[in-house]
């Protein structure tokens, strides 16, 4: 199998990250719909749509996106990202000030969180880490988990049903229980994702805020459904939500390992 190289502006230990985590599953089973049983049946549902039967269940995933950010204003980006559900992620991406190009990454692995980002490669436009940092990563780690469906089995995640339309995973990342909540349609296609994250996106302190995703069209990629098309943000369904929003793409390309 092919390993993804990482890219050129990444730090030592997100090169370390980025290889550990695209890592080959050893011996995955084949997806028997009986094991979707297991599961609440909104989730149920979930899961058989984006597994199709007999596929190999790989946990990594190696992305190729591309859309907008909002830095300031919203500025066209195109980024590469490997994940691995409950273990960490690191998504790197490129995108311009201006005309002077940017590059940075933002990773979590090993109970640690870091966002580096650069002018030329150069100069530091933002920098974080620490205790924050890092568990506003593992939010997002967990609600990224729809990314790399197998992850559903885990036996560490565990489900419940809200109602008809609503199951909620329990994600256990960084010695925190993360609790996602996904709204499915009958039909079992994922419509959005919500969780209770921790962030500062109003400048303030950092504390608990309302986050998710739209999913706004699914792809299909070795025999997983997955969204491809997304706009994400805090404070989802609240009068705040154009205010929130700070990211729209869509998938080029994923890659299970």
Not at 20 to 35: G, I, K, N, S, V
Not at 199 to 204: A, E, F, Q
Request: glycine share 10%.
């Amino acid at each position: 199998m092919t390993v993804v190289l990482p890219p050129p502006h990444l730090t030592e230990q997100a090169r370390q990250d980025w290889d550990l985590l695209q890592r080959q599953t050893r011996q995955p089973p084949a997806f028997d719909p009986e094991q979707a049983g297991l599961l609440p049946e909104p989730a149920r549902r979930w899961l058989l749509r984006a597994v199709a039967p007999g596929t190999p269940l790989l946990r990594a995933a190696v992305l190729t996106m591309r859309g907008t950010i909002k830095l300031g204003e919203w500025r066209r980006f195109h980024a590469n990202q490997v994940l691995l559900p409950l273990e960490g992620y690191v998504w790197s991406a490129s995108t311009w000030l201006g005309l002077a190009p940017v590059h940075g990454f933002d990773r979590y692995r090993a109970g640690t969180g870091e966002m580096r980002w650069r002018v030329f490669d150069t100069f530091p436009v933002m920098t974080g880490g620490g205790p924050d940092i890092t568990r506003s990563a593992a939010g997002r780690l967990a609600c990224e988990l729809v990314l790399a469906p197998a992850a559903a089995l885990d036996p560490r995640v565990r489900w419940k049903a809200l109602d008809e339309h609503h199951a909620v995973a329990t994600v256990p990342i960084g010695g925190e229980d993360h609790e996602v909540t996904l709204a499915i349609a009958l039909d079992g296609r994922l419509e959005r994702v919500v969780m209770s994250r921790w962030g500062n996106p109003d400048g303030t302190a950092y504390r608990e805020h309302l986050f998710g995703v739209e999913c706004l069209e699914e792809g299909t990629f070795d025999g997983f459904t997955i969204p491809a098309r997304v706009v994400g943000g805090w404070w989802p369904g609240t009068a705040r939500r154009a205010e929130g929003e700070f990211i729209r793409f869509a998938l080029d390309d994923a890659l299970f390992r």
